[in-house]
């Protein structure tokens, strides 16, 4: 399980980006986080991640705990070893590289080399696709294919919390649906908790358990998926729907624009 | 006229030879630059310090080679380990102009102390390799050049096959194109950079042993560093082989240049030629004849 306590991330030492974020990752759910641009969500990843270190930044309050270890000072390689891998935002592939080398690139810190052929079987059974490009040059596969192999890349690490950020970007709606239909059966099928960084509301809170809402380094509002649909702020601000549940017309617009709830 | 067949044969053989070793020499160049973007410019020093410690070992101390030049490994290992630890490490994440910077004062900081730990100005080392000739025609061909492209070609497949095959090879390019989501797949890239001066010492000292063997050890052996960047430039810089190609061309040139063209130019023909070639190719093809063409999409 992955806690995090209240914590603060302050980059260069001066700029504070996230002022005091909580949220509970529990074995085996999906969680998403959701929110605009700048809200802080791929930090928050990238806290958990230790990813922050190599940009400068640093958790100065509060603390990251992975089932009881306080985790928020180690690096990228540690947190990588207690089985916590990040997929970066915006399709990081290894361009020159087949794309079967890029799915071993994430097993090379795998103790159990035996089970790493099994298991590219076993990414080649979630993203077909994949086997069918497994000799092709990364740095030439379509956006949706980049996207497939960054996500197959973190489950050959064999992690216990999957951090995605923002699988869905750039992508066509229909691919962003078969994306998330193999993120929920990689969830339910290997008990691989998921934390999920999305800015497309709607179709992150289908898969998800529980959300948060981010909103300029603050958690505003948090709950159960069903909670967070069905709330009229989140409605109305981020899926863009008016309280009766209808697609909204800004041509009519003459109230003033309501005030956010949580603020 | 007629033409000598015999002599030809020579240059040939002493053409590819040579250049099998700039090819050797370039590889340790392209280790460094795949991983991490940084040209290292000590590399014609650390060519030369590990021809001096095998001097050391084999004539000085008069060890068998079967045990020396494993000590030269071992002393090649440890001198990539000690730059990368103390000199590069600390860098990581500035611009890569100073670390390049840092490079160039390492080989000046090698010079200084090749000078101060070994002053003489030329030595030979023990002979290495049968010293029989073969005969082939008319042409006399001493056997250490066979040895030399054998053992080259040896260390390129290694070379290529770890790149292809073994986790920490793949891990090196990967690196070399986003060290960023290597991170994030939580390996250590430190790790990879050491990895990667520890191998390119290596490769270089097996080039420096190989070339001082079938020459003789003096500070000339510097400019094979500037030879290797030439071959590296012209097959391409992150390109194994482009240097395979590109060592023995550069190579062929040189010896060829020397032993045709001396009479009728003038003496110094052998060292130009190669740039020559060099410059041309640029012009045609700016990623060398092999290297990688950035991939965009757009």
Redesign the interface.
């Known amino acids: 399980m992955l806690k995090l306590n209240n914590i603060e991330v302050t980059y260069l030492n001066v700029i504070r980006v996230l002022h005091g974020v909580s949220l509970t990752v529990e074995d085996g759910a999906i969680i998403a986080l959701l929110g605009a641009n700048g809200a802080g969500k791929s930090t928050t990843l990238k806290a958990i991640?230790g990813?922050l270190h190599?940009e400068e930044g640093e958790v100065t309050d509060g603390s990251i705990e992975w089932n009881g270890v306080r985790i928020e000072k180690k690096?990228?390689?540690q947190?990588?070893?207690l089985g916590i891998?990040?997929?970066?935002e915006g399709r990081?592939?290894?361009?020159?590289?087949t794309s079967e080398?890029?799915l071993?690139?994430?097993?090379?810190?795998r103790k159990d080399r035996h089970a790493v052929k099994p298991d590219l079987e076993m990414v080649y059974d979630y993203f077909p696709r994949l086997k069918d490009l497994r000799r092709n040059?990364a740095?030439?596969l379509s956006?949706g294919e980049q996207q497939m192999l960054v996500i197959g890349?973190?489950m050959m690490?064999r992690p216990k919390l999957m951090m995605l950020d923002e699988p869905s970007l750039g992508l066509a709606p229909l691919l962003v649906e078969e994306i998330y239909d193999i993120i929920k059966r990689f969830n339910s099928e290997q008990k691989t908790s998921v934390l999920l960084v999305e800015q497309n509301v709607r179709i992150a809170l289908n898969i998800a358990h529980n959300g948060y809402v981010m909103e300029n380094g603050r958690v505003v509002l948090d709950g159960s998926a069903d909670f967070l649909k069905n709330n009229e702020d989140v409605k109305e601000f981020y899926m863009g729907l008016s309280t009766l549940g209808t697609k909204k017309s800004y041509r009519e617009v003459k109230h003033y624009k309501r005030r956010k709830r949580w603020l | 006229m007629d033409f000598n067949w015999g002599e030809f044969l020579q240059f040939t053989i002493t053409g590819l030879s040579v250049g099998m070793v700039y090819a050797l020499i370039a590889l340790g160049f392209a280790l460094i630059w795949k991983a991490s973007s940084v040209a290292n410019l000590a590399l014609g020093q650390i060519v030369l310090i590990s021809s001096w410690f095998t001097y050391s070992m084999l004539a000085q101390a008069g060890l068998p080679a079967y045990i020396g030049l494993p000590i030269v490994a071992i002393f090649a290992l440890f001198l990539g380990w000690v730059i990368e630890r103390f000199a590069l490490r600390p860098l990581i994440?500035q611009p890569i102009l100073s670390l390049i910077a840092v490079t160039l004062g390492i080989g000046y900081f090698l010079e200084g102390l090749i000078t101060f730990i070994w002053p003489l100005s030329t030595a030979a080392l023990p002979d290495l390799f049968p010293k029989e000739v073969i005969h082939i025609g008319s042409a006399v061909i001493s056997q250490e050049y066979v040895w030399v492209i054998g053992i080259c070609l040896l260390v390129f497949l290694a070379l290529t096959m770890f790149f292809r095959y073994h986790?920490m090879g793949?891990?090196m390019?990967?690196t070399?194109?986003?060290q960023?989501?290597?991170?994030?797949?939580?390996?250590?890239v430190t790790r990879v950079f050491s990895t990667s001066w520890m191998f390119a010492c290596v490769v270089a000292a097996i080039g420096g042993v190989l070339i001082s063997s079938i020459g003789s050890i003096s500070h000339g052996l510097v400019e094979t560093g500037l030879k290797a960047f030439s071959v590296v430039i012209l097959g391409g810089l992150d390109s194994f082989i482009g240097a395979i190609v590109a060592g023995p061309i550069i190579g062929l040139a040189e010896t060829y240049g020397g032993g045709y063209l001396t009479e009728h130019l003038w003496a110094g023909v052998r060292d130009v030629i190669p740039f020559v070639i060099i410059i041309i190719v640029m012009v045609i093809k700016p990623y060398g004849l092999f290297g990688?063409e950035r991939?965009e999409?757009i």
């Open positions: 991640s990813l190599v690096n990228a390689e947190i990588g070893k891998i990040q997929a970066l990081h592939v290894f361009e020159h590289l080398e890029n071993m690139v994430g097993a090379h810190n040059t740095g030439y956006g890349r973190a690490a | 994440a986790r793949i891990a390019r990967a070399a194109d986003d960023m989501a290597v991170q994030a797949c939580g390996i250590p990688e991939i999409r």
